[in-house]
């Protein structure tokens, strides 16, 4: 594994122009980095070349000079010392098939994707372990934790983790990422960071739900507390280890994704609480709320694992099967009375 070079002499690819991978882009070409950045409308990348500014996914941030938009995936990735993926997580696998074979045998692979594929059930680096030809679980990273794109790229204090199987390739994406506002800490559990950061969104939407019903902030507190016993169960059924939700990746992207107002995920539950509709919220939306999508990947994958995750089953039938959101916690209110505790 390559130890950290200078910036200058360590090139980058970013895949992926949205309002995250806009922000980590640019983070890293503040740096120093020389950013190559794949962006899939034509549009947004004419404009990003010509006016330095990503107005549709994050308006009112200056681009770097060392931030080169280009709509040639294979050229972005290949030759790089440290490819980011930063799609939608129900296009990455199209995605990344497109170019995967251009990604060299040495190239650190970082994954800030967050979602559960629907037909597989794979997470993202189990997405891209099977389009990217011969990379090694040791190449591949998971950066995630609370961090809201907009924050980041106005610069504002953020801390988050990266997850890799291999401790040097971990310190390598900490420091490659790291700054004097963005500060990155490892583990090793990828699986773990992985759900954590997938399934938060799905209980984000419920948080959004209680907020449009007008409820108050015990059923807040009560939502968020019970969705973190779901994706420990989720994660203790996938083999991760329960600490990693206690961590960033778990309980701190939790709360923020539940309870700030720049979540997407959050907002569009909370118009289904106000009654609005889920084909009419996507028709009007250009940014994607992950949890929408991952709902139904929770769903069918906790189900076939006979995991126990009534918040998440309850989400999916809301925006699936048409569910009242007040009958749906009218159900959740009145299920058999337990134990709050896990044995495990």
């Known amino acids: 594994m390559k130890t950290p070079v200078d910036p200058n002499t360590m090139p980058i690819g970013v895949v992926g122009a949205g309002s995250w991978g806009t922000a980590l882009a640019n983070l890293l070409a503040v740096k120093g980095f020389a950013v190559d950045h794949w962006v899939y409308e034509p549009e947004v990348k004419a404009q990003m070349a010509a006016d330095r500014e990503n107005r549709r996914f994050l308006p009112g941030v200056t681009l770097s000079p060392n931030l080169h938009p280009s709509a040639d995936l294979e050229s972005v990735v290949a030759g790089k010392d440290l490819v980011l993926v930063v799609t939608p997580s129900h296009v990455t696998r199209q995605t990344m098939e497109t170019c995967g074979h251009a990604i060299g045998p040495d190239t650190v692979v970082v994954s800030a994707s967050k979602g559960i594929e629907n037909r597989t059930h794979l997470t993202m680096s189990g997405v891209l372990a099977q389009v990217i030809p011969g990379l090694s679980a040791d190449r591949l990273a998971v950066l995630t934790g609370p961090s809201f794109a ?9 801390v988050v983790t990266v997850a890799s199987h291999e401790a040097s390739t971990a310190a390598l994406v900490q420091q490659t990422f ?101 084909k009419d919220l996507l028709a009007e939306m250009h940014m994607v709320a992950e949890g929408v999508k991952t709902a139904r990947s929770v769903f069918n994958l906790s189900s076939k694992l006979g995991v126990e995750m009534p918040i998440s089953h309850a989400v999916y039938h809301v925006l699936y099967d048409d569910l009242d959101p007040r009958t749906a916690l009218f159900q959740l209110m009145t299920r058999d009375l337990k134990q709050e505790l896990d044995e495990t």
């Open 150 to 158: 907009r924050e980041v790229a106005r610069q504002v204090a953020t």
């Open 178 to 278: 790291a700054t004097d506002y963005f500060r990155v800490y490892t583990i090793d559990d990828v699986i773990g960071a992985e759900l954590g950061a997938a399934v938060k969104n799905v209980i984000a939407i419920a948080a959004g739900v209680i907020d449009g019903l007008g409820l108050g902030l015990n059923t807040r507190a009560a939502l968020i507390t019970r969705g973190l016993v779901e994706i420990r169960r989720l994660g203790l059924a996938m083999a991760a280890q329960p600490r990693t939700f206690t961590g960033l990746a778990g309980v701190g992207d939790l709360i923020l994704t539940c309870t700030g107002e720049l979540s997407r995920n959050h907002t569009i539950g909370k118009q289904i609480g106000e009654g609005k509709k889920l």
